[in-house]
């Protein structure tokens, strides 16, 4: 397959870059820092590309996007990786939350959320894992009863990002037929977190600053037209979001701009009088970084191809996740190993080899295999879908 951009794709991308330099602060290290500028920033940020119209390019217009290729919101999303993802917990809207809507919603569901999301003036958070669902999402327990008027939640949802952003909706899953198969008897709600009965508390990791919560929910009252899809459909709708997800996120463009941060650095660096880079095991390592990234641009790229032809990736997308995550963890892991000790520092530090972001993309990756589905839950997905193998007995 040629994966080449366009001429027209690749001065975009240069257009995008020039704003990028403008428009972020000299501060700006990502979302999870101890600093209260950041979600301030990632709205004006998102608002800035709303009003240039490139917060939602590939959505339909009639949804406040412009119809524009899925490559060039690939292109897009690269840049915003690659510069530590100023859009903040905006893309979690643009990725999957606002596609499951377009794909599942009511005609009013449509009108109601997606407008919000291209302005660039909404957080979402999701409601999916549970203290005893995680990697077997369909077991999850929150529970959601039929009244009269709607539904009344109860349960708890855990290692929801933004949710105390605050987060303003839920994408919510739901057991709504405990007496049906587990994968059969789900449903998704669209949750205002101003409900009476929520309430999120923060959880502290070895990640640092906290990004992540749990969500517990008692008595909450949903409006039947909260309903996303089908009753007892839901596993449908999650698997198609997660597949967007694990596609839509260009893990391997951060890591990319991290392996050119290092490769400068040993070039620069002097050791025993020779630089760093004449070192065969360090131009090895760095090497097979490179060649990694290719691999996981690629995979990442057949995914997307697929997406560009309307269809959903499920495999595809496992497939890039895998290879993704164990980049990012690489990278951290080789760059430690190049910098030493100093390595260790922080941005906090005036001494830290790249202003700590070895440390950052080390510290930040230890949960990276996790999120969205683990390694292993991956790799069931390629071996049952994709290879037809039959599960473990």
């Keep these: 397959m040629d994966f080449?951009?366009?001429?027209?794709?690749?001065?975009?991308?240069?257009?995008?870059?020039?704003?990028?330099r403008r428009e972020l602060p000299e501060w700006w290290r990502g979302m999870f820092v101890h600093d209260d500028r950041v979600f301030p920033q990632t709205r004006r940020f998102c608002q800035e590309l709303a009003e240039r119209g490139w917060l939602t390019m590939a959505w339909p217009p009639e949804h406040g996007g412009q119809n524009a290729s899925v490559w060039k919101q690939a292109i897009l999303r690269e840049e915003m990786?690659?510069?530590?993802?100023?859009?903040?917990?905006q893309y979690m809207n643009l990725n999957y939350i606002g596609p499951c809507i377009m794909r599942y919603g009511t005609e009013e569901q449509k009108r109601r959320f997606l407008p919000p999301m291209a302005k660039g003036t909404v957080i979402w958070t999701q409601g999916f894992s549970e203290p005893e669902a995680g990697s077997d999402l369909a077991s999850v327990r929150t529970r959601a009863e039929e009244v009269a008027d709607g539904f009344v939640v109860n349960g708890q949802k855990i290692w929801s990002s933004y949710a105390d952003a605050p987060a303003d909706w839920c994408f919510l899953l739901v057991r709504t037929d405990p007496s049906a198969p587990k994968h059969r008897g789900l449903s998704v709600l669209l949750v205002d977190m101003?409900?009476?009965?929520?309430?999120?508390?923060?959880?502290?990791?070895?990640?640092?600053?906290?990004?992540?919560n749990e969500i517990f929910f008692d008595?909450?009252?949903?409006?039947?037209?909260?309903?996303?899809?089908?009753?007892?459909?839901?596993?449908?709708i999650?698997?198609?979001?997660?597949a967007f997800e694990r596609a839509g996120i260009a893990r391997y463009a951060r890591a990319g701009r991290v392996i050119e941060l290092l490769t400068e650095y040993v070039q620069q660096t002097h050791c025993d009088g020779q630089p760093l880079a004449a070192n065969l095991d360090v131009r090895r390592k760095l090497a097979e970084l490179r060649v990694r990234y290719e691999a996981a641009r690629l995979l990442n790229y057949?995914?997307?191809?697929?997406?560009?032809?309307?269809?959903?990736?499920?495999?595809?997308?496992?497939i890039a996740r895998l290879h993704n995550?164990?980049?990012e963890q690489l990278v951290g892991h080789v760059g430690m190993e190049i910098l030493g000790l100093g390595g260790l520092l922080t941005h906090a530090d005036p001494q830290a080899p790249l202003s700590g972001s070895v440390y950052r993309q080390w510290v930040r990756n230890i949960p990276t295999t996790i999120a969205a589905g683990t390694l292993e839950i991956q790799k069931n997905i390629i071996a049952a879908q994709g290879l037809g193998l039959p599960r473990q007995r």
């Design 81 to 89: 990786w690659a510069h530590e993802e100023p859009r903040g917990p």
């Design 219 to 236: 008595d909450v009252k949903v409006p039947r037209n909260c309903l996303l899809g089908e009753k007892n459909r839901g596993w449908e």
């Design 4 to 20: 080449a951009f366009t001429p027209e794709e690749e001065r975009f991308r240069q257009e995008l870059k020039e704003f990028l």
């Design 238 to 242: 999650v698997t198609a979001g997660l």
């Design 302 to 318: 057949r995914a997307i191809s697929l997406q560009a032809r309307g269809q959903v990736p499920v495999v595809e997308a496992s």
């Design 325 to 327: 995550t164990q980049l």
């Design 194 to 212: 101003r409900t009476p009965g929520i309430t999120v508390r923060p959880i502290d990791s070895m990640a640092g600053p906290h990004e992540l």
